[in-house]
């Protein structure tokens, strides 16, 4: 399991050491310790790619014209290359 190899690497001085330094430059408390969600997870392996796919329109997703699925697209704005939805 990560988190115990996790918490067993937190016993060398200079790994807690680097672990404060990460957990101040991202802003959170020096012995802030992260733990895995409760949530359901939002990509799940599927190796004989038998997962599901969720149909146009559903949950937000749209179509674009070559067939793919997703939330948004970002497209390039050919007069000044800026990137729009």
């Known amino acids: 399991d990560m988190?115990?190899?996790m918490a067993s690497a937190l016993k060398n001085p200079k790994v807690k050491?680097?672990?404060e330094e990460i957990?101040?430059?991202l802003g959170l408390p020096r012995d802030a310790r992260l733990a895995a969600s409760r949530r359901?997870?939002?990509i799940v392996y599927c190796p004989?790619?038998?997962g599901t796919v969720l149909a146009p329109g559903s949950h937000g997703v749209i179509e674009d014209e070559d067939g793919d699925v997703a939330h948004e697209?970002?497209?390039e704005d050919e007069a000044t290359g800026e990137l729009r939805v």
Do not use: P
Request: glycine letters at 12%; a negative charge.
């Open 3 to 5: 988190f115990a190899q």
């Open 17 to 19: 050491k680097q672990h």
């Open 23 to 25: 957990n101040t430059l």
């Open 40 to 42: 359901e997870d939002l």
């Open 48 to 50: 004989g790619g038998d």
């Open 73 to 75: 697209f970002l497209v």
